[in-house]
């Protein structure tokens, strides 16, 4: 049993040693996928594309907002000289605005994080090519994209921001 954990030790102690050998020979970088796709010039175009794709909509459903908070203050300014049906009418009225505006709202947030995960998939598509340019110029064995912590002589994000920058003039 003695020669067995010995043994086993001994297996253990060899394989940290490999691993440490084979480490100092690695070469590992890191980026902040969170910098790419906030100061890439890429994902700024991006975010300029969907307001300008999405601002009417928005607007839209702002008037339509300020529309049912306008008609709910005038239905309690009117309320106390209305009929029982014409309040039940008015109620009713509001009612169905409201669930189209929340409608709308619903289908117009749904399209906006739709598109919005397309252009993060192209800025994503573009940085990962640009990672891989710099991992095989810079002879990287591997880039991590999210990591606890690292030192920042790993970090390589402003070079890869440098090239997607690059190619988007």
Same mark, same amino acid.
């Given at each position: ?24 020979? +690695? ?6 996928? @969170? ?11 991006? @975010?300029?594309?969907?307001?300008? *794709? ?12 300020? +529309?049912?908070?306008?008609?709910? $203050? ?21 009612? *169905? ?12 947030? *749904? ?7 397309? *252009? ?15 991992? $095989?110029? $810079? ?31």
């Amino acid at each position: 049993m003695n020669t067995l954990k010995s043994n086993w030790l001994l297996g253990l102690v060899l394989a940290v040693s490999a691993a440490g050998a084979v480490a100092q020979d +690695s070469r590992v970088g890191y980026i902040n996928t @969170q910098r790419i796709t906030a100061e890439s010039a890429p994902a700024k175009a991006a @975010q300029v594309k969907l307001e300008q *794709e999405f601002s009417k909509r928005q607007k839209d459903l702002a008037d339509l907002q300020l +529309s049912l908070k306008s008609y709910s $203050e005038k239905f309690e300014r009117d309320a106390p000289t209305l009929t029982e049906s014409q309040r039940a009418t008015r109620q009713k009225e509001f009612a *169905e605005q409201s669930r189209d505006f929340q409608r709308k709202q619903r289908e117009f947030q *749904e399209d906006l994080n739709g598109r919005r995960n397309e *252009e993060l998939q192209q800025v994503l598509d573009k940085a990962n090519k640009a990672v891989k340019q710099v991992a $095989e110029a $810079e002879k990287y064995d591997l880039v991590i994209q999210e990591a606890v912590y690292s030192n920042t002589k790993h970090d390589i994000t402003e070079k890869v921001l440098k090239i997607l920058n690059a190619g988007a003039k």
